[in-house]
C-alpha cells in the first residue's frame, strides 16, 4: 500500500470560527494506481491534496487522523524531515500553472532549482535532463530559456507537469491539472500523464470537477461531499453501479458530447457551512430521499468488494438510479426548454469584417521592429432575438477578444459591429453607458474580476448604483439577493456578507452571474462561464443561461472551449481559428455532421465519462501558431491531417519537421543525413537551409528530406515548386496560396475548407 489515509481531520481558523474542511477522510492507494477525488466546489478536496503534502496555510492545520504513506506517518513527521519527501516522493501539480511559475526567472532556471534543492546535480546536467522531460511532455527545449509570460496556459501547465515528474516520485497530486484548458491542451496533458506514469511506475491522485478526466485515467474514485467521503470504489462502479444519491446527482449533471439532454440534472442547493455544527447525513438537506432516520450519521457500509457508502438505504439503490435521473426528483421543472430557431425575427447584432490588430514592438530603443498580432480577422455573424450562437476554438483562437469587441471593451481596428441597427464602434461615454446597460459579460476568471475590498453585496450592488436603477438601499438590496437566488448562491444570507477570498471558486463564478444579471440585460456575452464549476453547478448555470433566454428574451454569445456544453446550450455554433471562423451552422449540424478537419479534431479530443470506453486520443500536431506571422493558404494547414497540396504548404513547415525528427527518441539513428544541416533560414514562404560541404550526393539528400516530409505529410512534398541548389545551399520554393472563404458544407452549415 502506498498511501493510507485513516480518519483525516483538517480545520481551519476564520473569523474566530473553525471551519472543518475535512472531518474525517479515510482512503487507501496502491503503487501504480490513480484515485480521481472529485466533489462540488468547497466539499475538501483540495484541502485534502494539501493535507497529505503538509502545504497548508497558516490558519489551518491537521487536528486528526493519520497520513500513512510507505509506512511513515506524514501528520507527525518536522518541516525538515517533510522536505525530504515534498517532491521528491510526492510531488505535486497545482490548479493554477501561472502562479506555480516565478514570473521573474526564466523556465530553466527554474526547473534547474527544482533539481538542485534536492538533489546534487551540476547545473549542465539539470539543463541536458530537464530538456529530456521537456520532450516527453512535448515541449520544444528551446522553451527553457523562455520566460512564463511567453509561454500560453497549455505549456506552462506542462511545465509544471515536467517538474512534478523531474525526481521520478511515486506519488503525484493533480489538482486541477486541466481546468479552464481547451479540450486539445488538456487532451494532451492526460496523454503525457499516461504517458509519464507507465516510465516511471507513479500513481497519481487527481482531484477535479470534471468527471469525464477521472473515468478516463483513474482505476478508483472517491466522492467527497462536505469534508468527507460519500462513495468510493473502482470508477467503473461509481460510474455504472452508484449508490449514493450525491454521486448520482453529479453523474446526471454531466453534459456528455453524444447525448444532450432535454435538461442537466442540478443539484438544488449548496454544500452546508463547514463552521456549523453538522449532524447527520451531509447531503440530507438536498437529498431527495431524505428521513428522519438521516437525522444520524451513516455509517460506512461495504456495498461490494472495495466498494464503501455513506448512505443509510444502499437496499434503495435501484430507486435512486431510478428517480435521480428525472429532474422533477430535483425540484426542477420537467418542461424542456425548446426554442424554434425558425422562430428567430429581431436581429439584435450583426457583426461584418471584424478585426482587431495589435501593433507590437520589439527590440531595444535602437531599430524597433514594429509587428502586427491579428487576434481577430475578419470575422461575419450575427445574433437574433433569444439566440444563443456558441463560439468554441483552442485557446489562442480569439474568442475572448471577440467577445470584449462586440461589449466595445476594446475598440476594433476595422469592421461594422451594428446593436439593433446601430453601429456601436464609435460610441462615445454617456452612450456607451446606455449600451452596457442592456449588454453585460460574464469574465472567465473571478479571481481577477471581483474586487478583492468588495463584499458578495457591494459586487453585484455596484451595476445598480452606476445605472441608477432602485430608489433606495433596501430596493436595490432586495434585487441583490434576487440575483443571487437566480446564481443559486444559496441561502443568500450565508454569502451576501463575504469577501471574494472567502469564497471558493464556484461560488465567485456564481457571484460574476449575478452580477451580469441583476441588470436584466438584453444581451449577455457568456465568456467561459462554467470552465471552473464543478459539474452540478454547472449544469444549474448552464440551464439558467437557457432560462434567460426565455424569461428576459435575452441573446446570449457563449465562448466556450467545451463542446459537450455547447451542445446542450448553443443554437448555433461558430468554430474560430487564429482569429477566423473555420465552420458555423446549426449547432447539431456542426457536431454531428462536423465537415472542418478542425472541428473534427476538437471532437475527438473530448473526454467521454464512461470508464467501459477507450478513446483514441486526438494528434493535435503541435500547437497553435503565432498569429503574428500567420501561415500561408489556411491557417490551420500545418495541423490538418487531410491537407492538400493546395492547402498553403510552405519553408516554415518544412522547417518545423526537421525539428521534430531531430526531437525524436531514435535520433540521429533514424536522421542521420539531417546532421549535415549546419543552418536553416527563412525566406517568404521558402527555406534556405546551408548544407555541410562535404555532402557531395545533393539528390539523396533531397530524397532523404522528401521521405521525412512525407512521412510527416504526405503532400508537403507535392507542395514543393523547386528544388534548387547554389553550392552547399538548397534553396526550397513554395507558392503563395489563397485562404480558403466560406461555403456551404453537406449539412448545410458554412466550411472555410478547399476540400468542400
Excluded at 479552464?180 to 496533458?189: C, N
Excluded at 487576434?375 to 444563443?388: L, Q, S
Excluded at 477570498?501 to 457571484?511: A, E, I, N, P
Amino acid at each position: 500500500m502506498l498511501l493510507n489515509l485513516k480518519n483525516l481531520k483538517t480545520y481551519y481558523r476564520m473569523n474566530n470560527k473553525i471551519i472543518k474542511a475535512v472531518d474525517g477522510v479515510s482512503f487507501n492507494l496502491r503503487s501504480g494506481e490513480n484515485l480521481g477525488l472529485v466533489g462540488e466546489s468547497g466539499c475538501g478536496k483540495t484541502t485534502t491534496a494539501k493535507s497529505i503534502n503538509r502545504i497548508l496555510p497558516s490558519n489551518g492545520g491537521i487536528v486528526g487522523g493519520e497520513i500513512n504513506f510507505q509506512g511513515r506517518d506524514l501528520a507527525q513527521m518536522s518541516d525538515k524531515e517533510l522536505n525530504k519527501v515534498r517532491w521528491q516522493e510526492i510531488a505535486m501539480v497545482t490548479q493554477s500553472a501561472m502562479n506555480a511559475l516565478n514570473p521573474v526567472y526564466k523556465i530553466g532556471d527554474q526547473m534547474v532549482e527544482a533539481f538542485q534543492t534536492h538533489i546534487k546535480i551540476s547545473r549542465e546536467e539539470a539543463l541536458d535532463r530537464s530538456a529530456h522531460l521537456f520532450s516527453l511532455v512535448g515541449l520544444e527545449k528551446s522553451r527553457l530559456k523562455d520566460y512564463p509570460h511567453q509561454l500560453s496556459g497549455g505549456m506552462k501547465q506542462r511545465v509544471v507537469i515536467a517538474m512534478a515528474m523531474a525526481l521520478d516520485p511515486p506519488l503525484i497530486i493533480a489538482d486541477e491539472p486541466t481546468t479552464a484548458l481547451d479540450v486539445v491542451v488538456q487532451d494532451g496533458i492526460l496523454k503525457q500523464f499516461v504517458y509519464l506514469q507507465n516510465k516511471i511506475n507513479s500513481s497519481i491522485i487527481l482531484v477535479t470537477h470534471d468527471i469525464s478526466v477521472v473515468a478516463e485515467l483513474c482505476q478508483r474514485t472517491a466522492v467527497m461531499y462536505a469534508g468527507r467521503i460519500m462513495e468510493q470504489g473502482t470508477t467503473r462502479e461509481i460510474f455504472k453501479d452508484a449508490y449514493h444519491p450525491y454521486t448520482l446527482g453529479l453523474i446526471n449533471a454531466f453534459p456528455t458530447l453524444e447525448a444532450a439532454k432535454e435538461d442537466l440534472i442540478s443539484i438544488p442547493g449548496s454544500p452546508p457551512n463547514l463552521a456549523d455544527e453538522l449532524k447527520g447525513c451531509r447531503f440530507k438537506e438536498r437529498c431527495p430521499f431524505a428521513t428522519e432516520l438521516c437525522e444520524n450519521d451513516p455509517e460506512i457500509q461495504e456495498v461490494a468488494q472495495e466498494h464503501l457508502v455513506a448512505c443509510h438505504y444502499p437496499e434503495r439503490v435501484a430507486e435512486f438510479r431510478e428517480k435521480t435521473a428525472i429532474p422533477a426528483t430535483w425540484d426542477q421543472d420537467q418542461e424542456p426548454i425548446e426554442v424554434d430557431s425558425q422562430s428567430f425575427q429581431k436581429e439584435m447584432l450583426d457583426v461584418g469584417g471584424l478585426r482587431k490588430v495589435f501593433k507590437l514592438k520589439s527590440g531595444g530603443f535602437l531599430g524597433r521592429k514594429k509587428r502586427n498580432l491579428k487576434a481577430v480577422d475578419g470575422v461575419d455573424f450575427k445574433v437574433k432575438e433569444r439566440e444563443i450562437l456558441g463560439f468554441a476554438g483552442e485557446s489562442g483562437s480569439g474568442k475572448s477578444t471577440l467577445g470584449e469587441l462586440v461589449a466595445r471593451l476594446q475598440k476594433p481596428t476595422e469592421g461594422r459591429i451594428l446593436y439593433l441597427g446601430k453601429d456601436i464602434s464609435g460610441l462615445r461615454k454617456k452612450e456607451l453607458k446606455s449600451f452596457r446597460e442592456k449588454l453585460q459579460v460574464i469574465f472567465q476568471d473571478p479571481y481577477e474580476t471581483l474586487n478583492p475590498r468588495f463584499t458578495v453585496m457591494q459586487t453585484i450592488m455596484e451595476p445598480l448604483k452606476i445605472h441608477k436603477i432602485g430608489d433606495n438601499f433596501f430596493e436595490r438590496l432586495e434585487m441583490v439577493k434576487e440575483a443571487l437566488h437566480t446564481s443559486e448562491l444559496r441561502p443568500v444570507d450565508d454569502f451576501i456578507d463575504r469577501f471574494p477570498h472567502q469564497l471558493s471558486g464556484g461560488q465567485r463564478q456564481r457571484v460574476a452571474l449575478a452580477r451580469a444579471i441583476v441588470l436584466e440585460p438584453e444581451f449577455i456575452i457568456a465568456d467561459e462561464p462554467v470552465s471552473m464549476l464543478d459539474v452540478s453547478v454547472r449544469a444549474g448555470i448552464l440551464n439558467l443561461l437557457k432560462r434567460l433566454r426565455d424569461d428576459l428574451g435575452a441573446s446570449i454569445i457563449y465562448i466556450s472551449h467545451d463542446l459537450a456544453t455547447i451542445r446542450y446550450v448553443c443554437d448555433r455554433t461558430a468554430i474560430l481559428y487564429l482569429g477566423r471562423i473555420m465552420e458555423i451552422g446549426e449547432t447539431e449540424t456542426v457536431i454531428s455532421e462536423a465537415c472542418h478537419p478542425y472541428t473534427k479534431m476538437l471532437l475527438a479530443a473530448v473526454p467521454i465519462p464512461d470508464p467501459d470506453r477507450n478513446r483514441e486520443r486526438v494528434d493535435p500536431r503541435g500547437e497553435i501558431p503565432d498569429p503574428i506571422d500567420l501561415p500561408n493558404g489556411c491557417r490551420f494547414h500545418a495541423r490538418c491531417v487531410q491537407a492538400t497540396p493546395e492547402c498553403g504548404f510552405e519553408g516554415k513547415d518544412l522547417e518545423q519537421v526537421i525539428t521534430l525528427a531531430k526531437n525524436h527518441p531514435d535520433y540521429p539513428k533514424r536522421h542521420q543525413e539531417l546532421e549535415n544541416i549546419k543552418e536553416i533560414e527563412i525566406d517568404g514562404y521558402n527555406i534556405e537551409l546551408t548544407i555541410d560541404a562535404a555532402v557531395s550526393d545533393h539528390d539523396n539528400f533531397e530524397n532523404s528530406l522528401k521521405k521525412i516530409a512525407a512521412d510527416w505529410n504526405s503532400s508537403l512534398p507535392k507542395a514543393v515548386t523547386g528544388w534548387e541548389w547554389s553550392s552547399n545551399k538548397l534553396t526550397v520554393t513554395f507558392d503563395q496560396k489563397v485562404e480558403p472563404e466560406l461555403r456551404t458544407g453537406t449539412g448545410g452549415q458554412q466550411v472555410a475548407c478547399v476540400l468542400y
